[in-house]
């Protein structure tokens, strides 16, 4: 009788998800915590407070850093990544939403916000596919 394949607890889709996550938010956090009055330019924005860039910057390299490091930890550890994801991405988005609806906010946000959507939607989707697995 042959055995069942065991299927991994944390896909390696996931895992991969959270290189590429680690790679786009160090591409993005470096500059923006380093030289934000360098870089924002050339996104369209023309004020620029570099307190709050740093700040993004900050977060998007914590947040990368993490993926990173916890990209071999079991799924306990993932589901906890997951939901800090969500909650950073969801409300990232909305901020983006309402910037560009209210404000007078650069061409390149869409751009931005499409990009939160996708990885809010990937992190979305994977939590609940962790959701009852041991």
């Known amino acids: 009788m042959r055995k069942p394949k065991h299927k991994p607890a944390v896909?390696?889709?996931l895992r991969t998800w959270f290189i590429v996550h680690f790679a786009v938010d160090v591409i993005f956090g470096l500059p923006l915590l380093a030289v934000p009055d360098l870089v924002l330019?050339?996104?369209?924005w023309t004020?620029?407070?570099p307190l709050a860039a740093r700040l993004v910057g900050a977060a998007l390299l914590g947040i990368g850093i993490e993926s990173y490091l916890g990209r071999?930890?079991?799924v306990a550890v993932y589901r906890g990544?997951?939901?800090l994801k969500i909650v950073w991405a969801s409300a990232?988005?909305?901020g983006l939403l309402l910037s560009l609806f209210l404000d007078d906010a650069p061409t390149a946000g869409w751009l931005i916000l499409a990009i939160f959507v996708i990885f809010d939607a990937a992190w979305v989707y994977y939590r609940n596919?962790?959701?009852y697995t041991a």
Do not use: E, T
Not at 41 to 44: A, E, Q, V
């Open 11 to 13: 896909p390696d889709s």
């Open 41 to 44: 330019p050339y996104l369209g």
């Open 47 to 49: 004020v620029i407070d």
């Open 72 to 74: 071999d930890a079991g």
């Open 81 to 83: 990544m997951l939901n």
């Open 92 to 94: 990232a988005c909305l």
């Open 129 to 131: 596919l962790l959701r």
